[in-house]
């Protein structure tokens, strides 16, 4: 670069007095493209000052260039400065309201000049003629501008800001064009074609198998690792069940890859397109999804990303009575229990999430199921619950089990040796909680676990204790709703009325525990004075009041 830019130096200075303004131009636009590659080299090496002595040199021929109009930085702020804002939709129709009442002027254009999509266009022609990229190493050139391009031409241009989209590569821009909003308004017929047009180009590409020893040299094909997986994650759920199979089928490639840890977003293109599925189609495709290799044993860092894809079904999707269920291969479901009784650690945990989904699903026979009882109860940890899954304790109490294992007893074990999270004295305030999870077992385990009345006044003990300690600090965040330290202790003591309403409710007879009902009226008087809504409390007491 540094090269063609003392040739382009050299034509100019042989003809110091001319009409012709192209060398002077070319000599502006590779000054540019130089001034980034050389940012991106220093931040690739760390080198966050800035060369002085090179700076001032470009400035001044930058001045000397100005003089003839050729100013490529300006130009490109000309055109953030307007695709950057949101679009304008011009009307062909205006109603405005004059000052006198009832009169409205109707203005009408039978010609629509939409300004922003030609400057849209513009800047888009002006990225080709010029030759500059949108990025270059960890640097991107106009990425805002190609934004705003995408919004304003999508609709109209498809394949074209498809391949900026892919050129920005930057998955931020990807909800740009592929949002809720966008694909819902979609033809089927026409996602479907991106899809298959997206596909062509990863084969066309060679992801999957193509090794890349220069780590990335096409920055058009590193992208498509980054963005593919995420873009088609979108676009699958409103594709026909027949591109949803090809999907699969790549998604199946991508899983056997031996170059799969350079692809992104996997785990995103798992999910969406397993649940696009209705249950029917899961079943229909069980041995697909039973091709899928056992990848537990990557590391933490693409582990995540190459999960097994069972563990994303939605187990609340069941399949209707009347369903006639395939018949697996009773050789494939040896080589599971094999599987699970030979492995270890993550591969064993990825056989144990085959096994239960078969399981869950009615696909196994009760030979079948009592094996998976021993299985799944090899391994334990120090509660006396499976370890190879990660699911909830309450969850296994709907599953196989060795008659010797007295599950009740083990969870209730469980339960009153496990602390409700009373937030320490001198201690941070976690923030951003998704369950409580001794609540969450409580709660789900609800119908299968009978209570003693000396269990559920020690549970309502506690739930009080809790209560107790912890209710000064929604009193004292009070003043601010949107104080996240006040919606983390709301959240939580939601999570304890869950227990209340579910668990004790059910459980407790008033008419002896007098002490208990007067705590019980007590909490909803405070919570009430907090202004938590308690009407779910109140219903699930309400034999309270008939007792008053």
Not at 243 to 253: A, D, F, G, I, M
Not at 260 to 266: G, L, Q
Not at 504 to 528: R, S, T
Request: aromatic content about 12%; glycine content about 4%; charged content about 30%.
């Amino acid at each position: 670069m540094e090269k063609t830019l003392s040739f382009v130096r050299n034509r100019v200075n042989l003809k110091p007095v001319s009409a012709d303004y192209s060398n002077v131009s070319q000599e502006g636009y590779i000054m540019l493209l130089l001034q980034y590659i050389r940012t991106a080299n220093n931040f690739l090496d760390y080198k966050l000052e800035k060369d002085t002595e090179d700076e001032s040199s470009f400035s001044g021929r930058w001045e000397k260039l100005k003089r003839y109009k050729c100013d490529p930085w300006n130009e490109l702020k000309l055109f953030e400065r307007t695709l950057r804002s949101p679009k304008v939709i011009s009307k062909e129709i205006e109603e405005i309201k004059e000052f006198d009442l009832d009169k409205i002027t109707v203005s009408r254009k039978f010609r629509v000049d939409d300004r922003d999509m030609r400057i849209a266009y513009s800047y888009l022609r002006f990225l080709e003629e010029t030759g500059l990229p949108l990025q270059i190493g960890n640097s991107t050139i106009g990425k805002e501008s190609a934004n705003g391009t995408l919004k304003r031409l999508f609709k109209i241009a498809p394949f074209w800001t498809s391949a900026i989209l892919i050129r920005i590569g930057d998955n931020k821009s990807v909800n740009i064009i592929f949002n809720r909003d966008s694909i819902s308004r979609m033809p089927t017929k026409n996602v479907d074609v991106l899809v298959l047009q997206y596909l062509k180009v990863a084969n066309d590409s060679n992801l999957t198998t193509q090794i890349d020893f220069e780590r990335f040299a096409n920055y058009f094909k590193r992208n498509l690792y980054t963005l593919l997986p995420e873009i088609l994650s979108r676009l699958c759920v409103k594709t026909t069940f027949d591109v949803k199979v090809r999907l699969l089928n790549y998604l199946l490639e991508i899983f056997n890859s031996p170059i799969r840890n350079n692809f992104m977003n996997v785990d995103n293109l798992t999910n969406r397109l397993i649940n696009s599925f209705n249950k029917t189609e899961q079943m229909e495709l069980i041995n697909s999804l039973l091709k899928f290799p056992n990848l537990g044993n990557l590391s933490d860092a693409h582990g995540l990303d190459f999960a097994n894809p069972l563990s994303y079904v939605d187990t609340e999707k069941k399949l209707p009575i009347d369903f006639d269920r395939p018949k697996l291969n009773d050789e494939l479901i040896e080589d599971l229990f094999k599987s699970a009784r030979l492995l270890k650690n993550g591969e064993r945990s990825w056989v144990i999430c085959t096994l239960l989904f078969l399981e869950e699903n009615g696909l196994l026979t009760e030979k079948w199921r009592e094996q998976l009882g021993v299985v799944l109860w090899k391994n334990v940890d120090s509660t006396g619950f499976p370890v190879d899954i990660n699911y909830h304790k309450f969850a296994f109490l709907f599953l196989p089990s060795p008659k010797e294992i007295n599950l009740e007893k083990l969870f209730k074990e469980y339960i009153m040796s496990t602390p409700f999270p009373i937030q320490e004295k001198n201690a941070g305030i976690t923030i951003g909680n998704k369950e409580i999870t001794i609540c969450t077992n409580l709660v789900g385990a609800r119908n299968q676990i009978k209570w003693t009345k000396e269990e559920i006044i020690e549970l309502s003990r506690r739930l009080f204790e809790w209560w107790g300690s912890d209710k000064k600090y929604l009193e004292k965040y009070s003043q601010s709703k949107e104080d996240e330290r006040y919606k983390e202790f709301y959240f939580r003591f939601n999570k304890m009325m869950d227990v209340f309403v579910f668990v004790i409710a059910p459980n407790l007879d008033f008419e002896y525990e007098v002490e208990l009902k007067d705590k019980i009226i007590l909490l909803i008087e405070e919570l009430k004075k907090l202004s938590i809504p308690t009407l779910r409390l109140e219903a699930a007491f309400v034999k309270i009041k008939l007792q008053n």
